[in-house]
């Protein structure tokens, strides 16, 4: 996982770092088929604990195609992260063209003010080996 790129943004003292992964024995260019996953840390550098109630998405393939995925939490779950931890989840998604680029938003609850807030999700690119040019 080390080798893996790196994407990360801090937005209200919570830092998400996404590091992507090619997934060779999952896709099947011949027939358009390109799979990659994606492992996410939430990070809560707050004082306050928080709730990541829902999520929003914008998938972006080679060919400018774009897909907006909105749901409930994440792999079906709604964490709540206390100060000073973080949570980790790992996806996938699976793409018609071998390149695309991903990017979103968490949108966030304080059970304890029932404030709401959202973070984003820094954009980060999914590139696969059956395309010359990178997209980053």
């Known amino acids: 996982m080390d080798n893996a790129p790196q994407f990360s943004q801090t937005t209200d003292d919570v830092t998400v770092t996404v590091r992507t ?12 088929r390109f799979a990659w996953a994606y492992h996410i840390s939430i990070e809560n550098e707050r004082a306050e604990s928080f709730q990541l109630v829902s999520r929003s998405w914008e998938i972006v393939d080679g060919l400018g195609r774009t ?3 909105h749901g409930e939490g994440v792999v079906g779950e709604q964490p709540i992260i206390s100060p000073q931890n973080q949570y980790d989840y790992t996806s996938g998604a699976m793409l018609t063209t071998p390149i695309g680029i991903m990017k979103g938003v968490y949108h966030m609850l304080e059970p304890s003010s029932g404030k709401r807030f959202d973070v984003t999700i820094p954009a980060f690119s999914l590139d696969s080996p059956h395309h010359t040019r990178l997209v980053h």
């Open 21 to 32: 992964f090619w997934l060779e024995d999952q896709s099947s260019p011949e027939e358009n």
């Open 67 to 69: 897909e907006h995925v």
